[in-house]
């Protein structure tokens, strides 16, 4: 079904023409982000119990893994998660426009074309598009250090803001269901969990991937009797 509709969403997302209008920073945006950030500060997302917890599990594409030394982000894919269960229908995905163009190397890896990025809308419109359908969940990501450090450097120079959300890694999950195993890739653990990815370093294609992780590990702890983000810090505070 994830699949399904997946393919239904991209197909419908691919045939939209946007525009590249490189404007100035537009004021409501930098004031869309700025009212969030202040909502985010009053949630408490530790003690919500799994059941009734909301994440949006995403993904990035990047030309490289160094935004500070000039790599960009070319795609953010993302799918809602409410505690095991994965929303079908709440999918994100988004080109990002750019007027360089891309090697043959990236290009193969992520299907991306430069003549998609030049219909593509430009970073800070996505950015806000991409906060308004996250809101003030909680975000996850496989190796979430490479999207935290580009969603930083982004925010900051597209919006003029600090980025403000909790990122949660699936390793942290993992560490706790799987103590033993030191997987790295997507590519292990999806094999570890029997999660199939359907087309490798696209966006939307590795967040719902990285989603079915998520969900499976949530089941396992619950299982294993956590009830919520803070019991498993805890835990996790404690191990040697």
């Not at 946007?18 to 869309?32: E, F, H, Q, T």
């Not at 190397?105 to 992520?110: A, D, F, K, R």
Request: glycine content about 4%; overall charge neutral; proline content about 2%.
């Amino acid at each position: 079904m994830v699949m399904n509709q997946m393919f239904q969403f991209i197909k419908q997302m691919s045939g939209k023409m946007y525009g590249n209008d490189m404007d100035s920073l537009d004021p409501r945006k930098i004031a869309y982000v700025r009212n969030l950030q202040r909502e985010l500060k009053k949630r408490d997302v530790l003690n919500i119990p799994f059941e009734q917890l909301q994440v949006v599990v995403f993904d990035i594409e990047t030309t490289g893994f160094y935004p500070y030394n000039g790599d960009r982000m070319l795609s953010i894919g993302a799918v809602k998660v409410h505690g095991h269960e994965i929303r079908e229908d709440d999918l994100f995905y988004k080109t990002i426009y750019s007027d360089q163009a891309l090697s043959d190397e990236i290009q193969s890896l992520t299907g991306i074309t430069y003549e998609e990025l030049q219909r593509a809308k430009p970073l800070d419109e996505v950015l806000k598009q991409f906060f308004q359908f996250v809101k003030s969940d909680t975000l996850v990501a496989h190796h979430s250090s490479h999207e935290k450090q580009f969603m930083k450097y982004a925010s900051w120079t597209a919006l003029k803001t600090n980025f403000q959300h909790r990122i949660i890694d699936t390793n942290f999950l993992t560490r706790v269901t799987a103590p033993d195993i030191h997987y790295v890739s997507l590519d292990e653990w999806c094999d570890y969990y029997g999660v199939e990815i359907g087309r490798r370093h696209h966006a939307l294609y590795d967040a719902v991937a990285t989603a079915k992780i998520w969900a499976k590990g949530i089941k396992q702890v619950q299982q294993m009797g956590y009830t919520n983000l803070k019991e498993i810090y805890t835990h996790i505070a404690s191990l040697p």
